[in-house]
């Protein structure tokens, strides 16, 4: 452990690129959770954990720690944080909403045209010679396509204003209608009827646990497509290969999964999906700027009692 920045010891739970965990460093003395030791003296010492929305968060391990006071995650959802645990213990959760937003678009954007033209494909057929022998199939404009945001948020916004330049028309569905010029379906069902194109955008948790299910994929139809940047939790996953399967969707483009990292799964074996690793916000502009705006909740949190960005507990 490095010593000593003033501020009290966090523990670390979770994996975070080298250059983000050497910033960490360079202002608090972090403790992995493998080094978490049973002495209750070293438990006593930690004051806040930082970590990464992608890990969950067990309440018999904030139970070991009884000076805790402040959970920080770098990311913008917190699903795999007990928020009520933490809320009757009265520690603060912060995440880092806002500074991500353009790149988990620029992803989703990017997982739709890949979808749409075949990219992933195509690339094999250069690499493979196989363009040598024949022509490769024809892929789907993006331009027309209606397309149905689940979760019109911060970073829905981010991609509807990506969409627009292409020539996508937008609607979109969440609990309550916006002041925004697009059509709101109160019910996801009518709204995959109504697009070409579904993604989900929403938060993860009890609330949107697997809404995306076998009726809403049916209302998609055959020449329809998924895609999720939000949880893996929003879409039954089961449903989701028998679509794909069945060809009752036409394709589906994921960033998240059920459980992640993705193991051997029938959807590595379909040509009809994208997938990509969880990477919605993996740039290096973007893991630095969630870094700095974590830090920030932390010093301030434990210069002045409030911290930035704390959620609604
Ligand atoms: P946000 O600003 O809170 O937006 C969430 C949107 O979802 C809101 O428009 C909200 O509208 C809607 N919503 C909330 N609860 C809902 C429900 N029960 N049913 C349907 N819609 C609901 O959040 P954000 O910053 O855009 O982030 C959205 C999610 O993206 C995060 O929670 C996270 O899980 C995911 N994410 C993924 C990555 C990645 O790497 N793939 C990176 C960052 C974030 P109403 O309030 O009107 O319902």
Redesign the pocket.
Known sequence: MAISSGFPPLLKIGVFPCAVEARLRTTFDLVDLHELDDTADQRARIQGIVTR??YRIPVELLERLPNLRIICTN?????GIPLSYARNRGIVVTNT??V??K??AE?AVGLVLALLRNISQADQFVRTGAWQAGTFPLGLNLAGKKVGM?????????IVARLLPFEATIA???????DVEWPYFND?GALAAHVDILIV?????Q??YQ?IDAQVLDALGPTGILVN???GSVVNQVDLVNALVNKTILGAAL??FEEEPLADSPLSRLNNVVLTP?????THETRMAMAELAIKNLTDFFETGQAATPVAQ
């Open positions: 929305s992608n990311g913008v959802g917190y699903d909403p806002d991500l937003n790149a988990v992803l689940v979760g019109l948020g911060r970073i829905g916004k981010e979109y569905s969440g609990r309550q209608r916006q996801l955008c929403c938060p993860g948790g609330a949107t809404i940047i939000a949880r960033d998240v969880h990477m919605g916000s993996a």
